[in-house]
C-alpha cells in the first residue's frame, strides 16, 4: 500500500506515523528517544525499527516522508519593536505563531547593553518591527543599524514600518547581515498583519535553522524537515477548524497541549464580543492564535508552576492529598522520569494539569473589564472572546493516560466565580489520544483534504 510517513523529532522523543494515504488510516506509530547531540538518525532508526516491527507482513511503501521539529531546543527568537503593547507584541505574536520559543521582547532603541543580553540569549533568529507604516521610523533604523554592527551569523526578518524598508536592506547589505523583508506586523494602529512574517520564518528555520541543529542528516532520507513542531500543530488546529477544499471543517476550537515543560494553547476563532454592549479595547488578536506558558509544566517546571498557582490553588483540585504539594513539585521537577503508579501519584498528576490548564486558558483568552463613566458603566474586551468556541481539544501525556481527561479540561473553561475570563462555556471536548496532530498539521501541507478527515476520526470523545 502507499503511505506517508510523518516524523516528528521533539525535544525528547522522535515520534514517527504511518498513515494509509488511499484508506485515509494511520497504520501504525512509534517513538524514541530524540538523540540530537550525536547523530539525530540515531534516535530515528530506533524508533523506524519499532515502526517497521508494527508493520510486519504489510506491503507499505512510503511515497512521501514530511517532517517538523522541535529538537535541539527547537527555534528561539528575540522580537523587537517600538512600543511594548503594540508593534513589540505584534512581532511576539508572529513569531509565536511560528512555532517559536521566545527568549525575550525588546522595546524602544536597542541599547549596546540590550544587545549584549540578545547575543547571550543565543537566539535562531531575531524579529525586528517597529513603527506603523508611514509612521516613526527612527526606532527601527537605530536598531537596525546596532544589529548590524554586533550580529553577523543570526538571520533577521525585517517585518516594520514599510517607509523604513530600502534604508534597513541598505544597512544589512552592507554590513553582510543575512535578512529576509516581508510586510509589516503592525501596518496600521492596533492591527496586526503576521502571517507574512509567519511564512518567512518558516522559510528560514527550513534553509538555515536545520542545517544548524545538525539535522542535515535527516533530510537526506525524508523529503524535508517543513516547520517546527507548534507550528504544524497550529497548523493541524486550523485546518480542523477551517476545512479544506472538499472536506468542510468543524468550526472554532480550541487546543491545549500540556507538556512536561510548557503548557501551549492555540485557538482558532475570530474573538470578537458575543455579548451586546461590549466594545473591543487594545491590539487585534490573530485568528490563529498560540500561547506559551513555560512556567506551567508538569516535570520540567513543576516549580514554577507552584510558584505560579500557589499551594492552596492547586490543592483546589486534589482537597484530600497527603503529599505537600510544594515538595512534591519539587521532586518532580528533579525527577522529570517520574511516571506516577499510585492512585494518589495519579491523582496528584491530575491535579497539576488541572491547575496548568486553568491558568493557562486564563493567560490566552480576553477579559471583560468595567470602566465607570459620566454615561455610566462601559464593558469593554481585551483580548479573544472564547465563550462560544464548540470543541476543547487536549493532547499530551497527562490527558492521553488519565481515565478522566475531560475532567482536566474542563478546568479551562468558564468558571461563575471569575466570569470576566472569556473562557468556552460549554465545548465539546475532545482527546488527541494518538498524537496526531502534528502529524496531520504536516499531512496538511500537501493533502489537506486528507488531513481533514483524518483528525475527524482519530479525535475521541472524552
Not at 51 to 70: H, I
Not at 206 to 212: H, N, S, T
Request: proline share 4%.
Amino acid at each position: 500500500m502507499d503511505a506517508i510517513l510523518l516524523i516528528d523529532f521533539g525535544s525528547t522523543y522522535t515520534k514517527l506515523t504511518a498513515v494509509d494515504i488511499e484508506n485515509e488510516e494511520i497504520i501504525a506509530t512509534a517513538k524514541d528517544l530524540t538523540t540530537v547531540e550525536s547523530d539525530i538518525m540515531i534516535g530515528f532508526n530506533n524508533a523506524y525499527k519499532k515502526l517497521e516491527e508494527k508493520m510486519k507482513g504489510l506491503n507499505v511503501n512510503f511515497v512521501d516522508k514530511l517532517a517538523c521539529s522541535s529538537a535541539a531546543g527547537g527555534l528561539k527568537m528575540i522580537a523587537i519593536g517600538l512600543v511594548p503593547e503594540l508593534t513589540a507584541e505584534a512581532a511576539k505574536r508572529a513569531a509565536l505563531g511560528a512555532g517559536a520559543r521566545i527568549l525575550g521582547v525588546y522595546s524602544y532603541e536597542l541599547s549596546r547593553t540590550e544587545m549584549k543580553e540578545i547575543l547571550d540569549k543565543k537566539p535562531d533568529i531575531i524579529l525586528l518591527a517597529g513603527g506603523t507604516d508611514g509612521g516613526n521610523k527612527d526606532c527601527i533604523i537605530h536598531n537596525a543599524k546596532l544589529i548590524a554592527e554586533h550580529i553577523k551569523d543570526i538571520p533577521v526578518v525585517v517585518a516594520g514600518n514599510k517607509n523604513a524598508r530600502d534604508e534597513i536592506e541598505d544597512i544589512f547589505k552592507a554590513n553582510d547581515v543575512f535578512y529576509k523583508a516581508t510586510e509589516n506586523v503592525m501596518p496600521r494602529l492596533n492591527t496586526i498583519n503576521v502571517e507574512p512574517a509567519r511564512e518567512v520564518i518558516r522559510e528560514i528555520f527550513m534553509a538555515k535553522i536545520v542545517e544548524a541543529k545538525g539535522m542535515k542528516n535527516a533530510e537526506n532520507f525524508i523529503s524535508g524537515i517543513l516547520m517546527p513542531t507548534p507550528a504544524a500543530v497550529l497548523k493541524a488546529a486550523q485546518a480542523l477548524a477551517d476545512g479544506s477544499d472538499k472536506e468542510e471543517g468543524i468550526g472554532e476550537l480550541v487546543i491545549i497541549d500540556i507538556g512536561g515543560a510548557t503548557t501551549d494553547v492555540h485557538s482558532i476563532a475570530s474573538g470578537e464580543p458575543t455579548k451586546p454592549g461590549v466594545t473591543l479595547r487594545g491590539l487585534q488578536e490573530p485568528y490563529a492564535k498560540r500561547t506559551v506558558e513555560g512556567d506551567l509544566g508538569m516535570r520540567v517546571s513543576s516549580a514554577s508552576l507552584w510558584e505560579a498557582a500557589g499551594t492552596r490553588r492547586i490543592k483546589k483540585f486534589i482537597p484530600d492529598t497527603k503529599y505537600d504539594i510544594e515538595e512534591r513539585c519539587k521532586y518532580l521537577q528533579q525527577n522529570v522520569n517520574v511516571i506516577p503508579q499510585t492512585q494518589e501519584e495519579i491523582e496528584f498528576d491530575e491535579a497539576l494539569g488541572m491547575t496548568a490548564t486553568e491558568i493557562a486558558m486564563e493567560r490566552h483568552v480576553g477579559q471583560i473589564e468595567s470602566v465607570y463613566t459620566p454615561m455610566g458603566i462601559i464593558y469593554s474586551q481585551v483580548g479573544k472572546d472564547l465563550l462560544n468556541v464548540k470543541y476543547l481539544i487536549g493532547t499530551g501525556g497527562v490527558l492521553v493516560h488519565s481515565p478522566h481527561p475531560e475532567r482536566i479540561l474542563k478546568a479551562g473553561t468558564f468558571d461563575t466565580e471569575n466570569p470576566n475570563f472569556l473562557k468556552p462555556i460549554n465545548p465539546q471536548v475532545l482527546i488527541d489520544r494518538t498524537y496526531i496532530l502534528s502529524a496531520m498539521g504536516l499531512l496538511a501541507q500537501k493533502y489537506p483534504d486528507k488531513a481533514v478527515r483524518i483528525m475527524k476520526k482519530y479525535l475521541v470523545k472524552a
